[in-house]
């Protein structure tokens, strides 16, 4: 009985319609090319190529979607055979013709499968691409020589190195389709492979791709540039050149050794890390797993950075969009950064003229606090301020209707205090954007003591529908991210004064992939910042704690930044000066003296490594205080806010790569220099999760 019902959720079931074999991939949610996928293709092609009265076949996914990737679990191991390529083999093996017939996604080995058939058909709104070189790795079917043999070199190296997705009808005019069709597919395919009775027409056997050299080298460097000299996209470069300087099968052999040696790398394994990662981050908890709130309608207090950012996102996510300000004059100037926003779009061709319409038509502004009752939800964006924030929730709570889901964009404030000033705290919640809103994926979704299930899953619901990355965070301190980035920035401090200049530290973290060191970030967001929470802190820090006062006398000589010329680094017309001028050196010499430290300089790996453990040890500290649900979250967290190079999978999966008794053993070593108040976390939970 059991074995029965095993049989029949085959991955791969066929059918006989009019001599033509249907061969139907069932492996949902994406019919992911897994082995028993992969087992079920070949016994399939067995069937046509050994049955006389079947004069074709044709490939279709069952469900939502043909195939729209492989099966990334299989890939940390040896791959079993049917491997991919074998598949294809079989397919261009057998004597009659295999139509696929795409609809939904074909990535991937998906998209290898298809260029493997004999003609390819698709559903209009079918996405078409091969993502490998987004997870570390290439493509290792055939892509990298079928495609250009198509699409031509350098429009198939745009793909195949950045992983880009196009849709039916671009790839209908590359002829990397034949069909488009608006409906029925199936019958269509049926009828193609119908006609094509009798004849095989491989891409293999198709002549190579030839290409002005200009164009090429022209595509290989804006490729480069893009993908930040990665080793996947180099090789994605080279494979594809061999479609044109090597023989068929001899390219496609170099292909595949590619793309083995790329699948067990390092930062294959990081990419794949990141990619589970991000999938696992938006799943919520089971006491939260509840319907959401339906949210049609946003009303944002605080027009500024955030205010303004927010509202393109939500405009951009189709939501109708209320602007609530203080006063007029600053109303009218957010007002008119959004609606400048969409012009820029408009000038730079990104966005079409009617689009930007109706996202501006969909845009209130008021100073009149009744209008809030018209929304679903309100986010609160305005000063960092408890005293603020307190005073305007009161006033939200007088005005929103009930149900409304109330949010608050706070970096560091207690999101409790801030749900006592309402009648509703279990409406309030935090949602943390970051900057600037309209651009940056993370979405720290903050839980307060009081906040309603449904309230947590509709701001988790939200963060999707303006297509962030929402990440559900507890209520403490910085929540995930600026907590970790305040220890990790705190550390950097300290070897500022142990012998480092900033340029060591911020080149030694650049080499390790951050778009930018701690200091030129800090330059760029401005000192003062920083510089005002500290002095408010003053009087609860414990004095025995190590306390780097450089930020404070650079602060102090107005040197706060960027936008006053200077602060770490000196500015000339806006361009950063390569090293700290004698200014910032003479005041982190003294700051050395003071402390009676020596100063010797600092190996770049062994900045690395301080930076990255004292995010590792607040990670595992946060973990352990049930900040972050899991330990992944906090690598999602790191990589889509702060910049943390994907490759290197996040600082938990940094971790995970290190010996774990050299981990401690430095561990101990930068408490004793980091003195008191640095508390020294178990990795266990961290490394075992
Ligand atoms: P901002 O100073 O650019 O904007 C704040 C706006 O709030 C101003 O336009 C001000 O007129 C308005 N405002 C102040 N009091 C008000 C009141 N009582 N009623 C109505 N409007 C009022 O500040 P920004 O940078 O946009 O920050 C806002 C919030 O977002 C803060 O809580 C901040 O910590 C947080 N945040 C800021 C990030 C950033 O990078 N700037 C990143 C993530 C969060």
Same mark, same amino acid.
Not at 2 to 18: C, D, F, G, P, Y
Not at 270 to 288: K, S
């Given at each position: 009985?059991?074995?029965?019902?095993?049989?029949?959720?085959?991955?791969?079931?066929?059918?006989?319609?009019?001599?033509?074999?249907?061969?139907?991939?069932?492996?949902?949610?994406?019919?992911?090319?897994?082995?028993?996928?992969?087992?079920? =293709?070949?016994?399939?092609?067995?069937?046509?190529?050994?049955?006389?009265?079947?004069?074709?076949?044709?490939?279709?996914?069952?469900?939502?979607?043909?195939?729209?990737?492989? !099966?990334?679990?299989?890939?940390?191991?040896?791959?079993?055979?049917?491997?991919?390529? @074998?598949?294809?083999?079989?397919?261009?093996?057998?004597?009659?013709?295999?139509?696929?017939?795409?609809?939904?996604?074909?990535?991937?080995?998906?998209?290898? =499968?298809?260029?493997?058939?004999?003609?390819?058909?698709?559903?209009?709104?079918?996405?078409?691409?091969?993502?490998?070189?987004?997870?570390?790795?290439?493509?290792?079917?055939?892509?990298?020589?079928?495609?250009?043999?198509?699409?031509?070199?350098?429009?198939?190296?745009?793909?195949?190195?950045?992983?880009?997705?196009?849709?039916?009808?671009?790839?209908?005019?590359?002829?990397?389709?034949?069909?488009? *069709?608006?409906?029925?597919?199936?019958?269509?395919? =049926?009828?193609?492979?119908?006609?094509?009775?009798?004849?095989?027409?491989?891409?293999?056997?198709?002549?190579?791709?030839?290409?002005?050299?200009?164009?090429?080298?022209?595509?290989?460097?804006?490729?480069?540039?893009?993908?930040?000299?990665?080793?996947?996209?180099?090789?994605?470069?080279?494979?594809?050149? !061999?479609?044109?300087?090597?023989? #068929?099968?001899?390219?496609?052999?170099?292909?595949?050794?590619?793309?083995?040696?790329?699948?067990?790398?390092?930062?294959?394994?990081?990419?794949?890390?990141? #990619?589970?990662?991000?999938?696992?981050?938006?799943?919520?908890?089971?006491?939260?797993?509840?319907?959401?709130?339906?949210?049609?309608?946003?009303?944002?207090?605080?027009?500024?950075?955030?205010?303004?950012?927010?509202?393109?996102?939500?405009?951009?996510?189709?939501?109708?969009?209320?602007? =609530?300000?203080?006063?007029?004059?600053?109303?009218?100037?957010?007002?008119?950064?959004?609606?400048?926003?969409?012009?820029?779009?408009?000038?730079?061709?990104?966005?079409?003229?009617?689009?930007?319409?109706?996202?501006?038509?969909?845009?209130?502004?008021?100073?009149?606090?009744?209008?809030?009752?018209?929304?679903?939800?309100?986010?609160?964006?305005?000063?960092?301020?408890?005293?603020?924030?307190?005073?305007?929730?009161?006033?939200?709570?007088?005005?929103?209707?009930?149900?409304?889901?109330?949010?608050?964009?706070?970096?560091?404030?207690?999101?409790?205090?801030?749900? @006592?000033?309402?009648?509703?705290?279990? !409406?309030?919640?935090?949602?943390?954007?970051?900057?600037?809103?309209?651009?940056?994926?993370?979405?720290?979704?903050?839980?307060?003591?009081?906040?309603?299930?449904?309230?947590?899953?509709?701001?988790?619901?939200?963060?999707?529908?303006?297509?962030?990355?929402?990440?559900?965070?507890?209520?403490?301190?910085? #929540?995930?991210?600026?907590?970790?980035?305040?220890?990790?920035?705190?550390?950097?401090?300290?070897?500022?004064?142990?012998?480092?200049?900033?340029?060591?530290?911020?080149?030694?973290?650049?080499?390790?992939?951050?778009?930018?060191?701690?200091?030129?970030?800090?330059?760029?967001?401005?000192?003062?910042?920083?510089?005002?929470?500290?002095?408010?802190?003053?009087?609860?820090?414990?004095?025995?704690?190590?306390?780097?006062?450089?930020?404070?006398?650079?602060?102090?000589?107005?040197?706060?930044?960027?936008?006053?010329?200077?602060?770490?680094?000196?500015?000339?017309?806006?361009?950063?000066?390569?090293?700290?001028?004698?200014?910032?050196?003479?005041?982190?010499?003294?700051?050395?003296?003071?402390?009676?430290?020596?100063?010797?300089?600092?190996?770049?790996?062994?900045?690395?490594?301080?930076?990255?453990?004292?995010?590792?040890?607040?990670?595992?500290?946060?973990?352990?205080?049930?900040?972050?649900?899991?330990?992944?979250?906090?690598?999602?967290?790191?990589?889509?806010?702060?910049?943390?190079?994907?490759?290197?999978?996040?600082?938990?999966?940094?971790?995970?790569?290190?010996?774990?008794?050299?981990?401690?053993?430095?561990?101990?070593?930068?408490?004793?220099?980091?003195?008191?108040?640095?508390? *020294?976390?178990?990795?266990?939970?961290?490394?075992?999760?």
């Amino acid at each position: 009985m059991e074995m029965n019902l095993h049989k029949n959720q085959s991955a791969v079931r066929t059918e006989v319609i009019n001599h033509i074999l249907l061969i139907e991939i069932n492996n949902p949610p994406i019919n992911a090319g897994s082995l028993a996928v992969r087992s079920g =293709l070949r016994d399939a092609i067995a069937q046509l190529a050994g049955a006389p009265d079947l004069h074709a076949g044709v490939i279709i996914g069952g469900g939502a979607t043909f195939m729209a990737g492989s !099966d990334l679990r299989e890939f940390g191991q040896p791959l079993q055979e049917p491997q991919l390529p @074998s598949v294809i083999a079989a397919i261009e093996a057998c004597s009659k013709p295999v139509v696929a017939a795409l609809h939904g996604a074909a990535l991937g080995g998906g998209l290898e =499968l298809a260029l493997g058939c004999d003609a390819r058909i698709a559903l209009a709104g079918t996405v078409l691409g091969l993502p490998e070189v987004t997870l570390g790795i290439i493509p290792g079917a055939g892509g990298t020589q079928r495609l250009p043999r198509r699409a031509g070199l350098a429009r198939s190296l745009q793909m195949v190195c950045s992983g880009e997705r196009i849709k039916a009808d671009e790839a209908k005019a590359l002829r990397l389709l034949d069909q488009v *069709v608006a409906s029925d597919l199936q019958q269509h395919a =049926l009828a193609l492979a119908a006609s094509l009775t009798g004849r095989k027409c491989r891409i293999r056997d198709e002549s190579p791709p030839t290409e002005d050299a200009a164009l090429l080298a022209q595509a290989a460097q804006a490729a480069l540039r893009a993908g930040k000299g990665r080793p996947a996209v180099l090789a994605a470069i080279e494979a594809v050149r !061999d479609a044109a300087r090597l023989p #068929f099968d001899e390219a496609l052999a170099r292909e595949r050794a590619v793309f083995q040696q790329l699948r067990v790398s390092t930062e294959a394994a990081a990419l794949r890390h990141q #990619f589970f990662a991000e999938r696992d981050a938006v799943r919520l908890p089971a006491d939260v797993k509840t319907p959401a709130r339906q949210i049609r309608s946003v009303a944002i207090i605080g027009a500024g950075t955030m205010g303004t950012g927010i509202a393109i996102a939500a405009l951009d996510a189709g939501l109708s969009v209320l602007l =609530l300000e203080q006063d007029a004059a600053a109303l009218q100037r957010g007002q008119e950064r959004v609606v400048a926003h969409y012009q820029s779009r408009v000038a730079q061709g990104k966005l079409q003229a009617s689009a930007a319409a109706s996202n501006e038509a969909r845009l209130q502004a008021s100073t009149d606090w009744s209008a809030l009752a018209q929304a679903d939800l309100v986010i609160e964006a305005v000063f960092e301020e408890m005293a603020v924030k307190l005073e305007v929730f009161r006033k939200i709570d007088a005005h929103a209707r009930a149900g409304a889901v109330l949010a608050t964009n706070t970096s560091y404030l207690d999101v409790n205090a801030i749900a @006592s000033a309402t009648q509703r705290p279990q !409406d309030v919640l935090g949602l943390h954007f970051f900057s600037p809103a309209n651009v940056m994926k993370l979405l720290e979704v903050v839980r307060g003591a009081q906040t309603a299930p449904d309230v947590l899953a509709t701001g988790m619901a939200v963060g999707k529908l303006l297509r962030k990355m929402p990440v559900l965070c507890g209520n403490a301190f910085g #929540f995930i991210g600026n907590r970790i980035y305040n220890a990790y920035r705190k550390q950097c401090e300290f070897m500022l004064e142990d012998g480092a200049w900033p340029e060591d530290v911020d080149r030694a973290l650049e080499a390790f992939g951050f778009a930018m060191g701690p200091f030129t970030v800090a330059d760029l967001s401005g000192l003062d910042i920083a510089w005002r929470m500290r002095r408010a802190a003053t009087a609860t820090r414990d004095p025995r704690e190590r306390y780097v006062a450089i930020l404070d006398g650079l602060c102090e000589q107005g040197r706060l930044g960027r936008k006053a010329g200077a602060g770490y680094y000196s500015y000339t017309d806006g361009k950063k000066s390569p090293v700290s001028d004698a200014t910032v050196r003479q005041l982190i010499g003294a700051a050395s003296d003071k402390r009676g430290i020596r100063r010797a300089a600092l190996a770049a790996e062994a900045i690395q490594r301080r930076a990255l453990l004292a995010m590792v040890n607040e990670a595992a500290l946060l973990l352990a205080d049930g900040v972050a649900q899991r330990a992944s979250d906090i690598d999602v967290v790191l990589v889509q806010g702060y910049g943390f190079p994907r490759w290197q999978g996040g600082p938990v999966f940094w971790a995970r790569q290190q010996d774990r008794a050299a981990l401690e053993h430095e561990l101990q070593q930068l408490a004793l220099s980091a003195g008191h108040g640095f508390t *020294v976390a178990d990795l266990s939970p961290l490394l075992n999760a």
